[in-house]
């Protein structure tokens, strides 16, 4: 069994519904999982967490969401001290953005890297183009990296 916090970044309920559809099919397998709007980067140190997932859109020019800006600043300006932080991101976008796809969950992406972070995967990126339904990648995806995860924890 892992616990699992979810940081949200959405613009328009896109990575919201993802978010929450892979929320409740970590419960449905035993895990422990949380939504998390808005976070602050302090909550990265609670030690209760054993993976982080990031769902995000991008929106802008390769922008992440309101949601995460914040957070996004102060893992770069002010990160906090952590022991272990193991995490992987699912990464909304469009690739008719060119250059920008996916550009919100690349960022966070690589501030928790920079930050030290463990990156249990490679992000998953969700093109807008090839999919309406992204949940349905995105769902078994995160199942198998936390079932993964929790094996070798
Ligand atoms: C104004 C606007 C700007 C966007 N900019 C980008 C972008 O730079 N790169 C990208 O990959 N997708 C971009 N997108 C596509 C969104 O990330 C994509 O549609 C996503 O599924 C929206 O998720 P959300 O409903 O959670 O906001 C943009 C969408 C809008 C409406």
């Not at 397998?29 to 993976?51: F, Q, V």
């Amino acid at each position: 069994m892992a616990n699992v916090a979810i940081l949200v970044g959405s613009v328009y309920g896109g990575a919201t519904l993802v978010a929450e559809e892979v929320q409740s099919a970590l419960e449905n397998h035993g895990h422990k999982a949380e939504l998390i709007d808005e976070p602050e980067a302090s909550a990265l140190a609670r030690e209760d967490i054993d993976i982080w997932l990031v769902c995000t859109s991008t929106t802008g020019a390769g922008d992440l969401p309101e949601d995460l800006v914040d957070l996004h600043a102060e893992l770069v300006n002010a990160p906090p001290r952590i022991q272990s932080l193991r995490y992987a991101v699912i990464a909304l976008g469009d690739s008719s953005y060119g250059d920008t796809f996916c550009g919100g969950g690349k960022q966070m992406d690589a501030v928790l890297s920079d930050i030290g972070g463990e990156q249990l995967s490679e992000p998953l990126i969700l093109d807008a183009i090839e999919t309406v339904t992204p949940e349905e990648d995105a769902v078994p995806w995160a199942v198998e990296l936390v079932e993964a995860a929790s094996q070798n924890s």
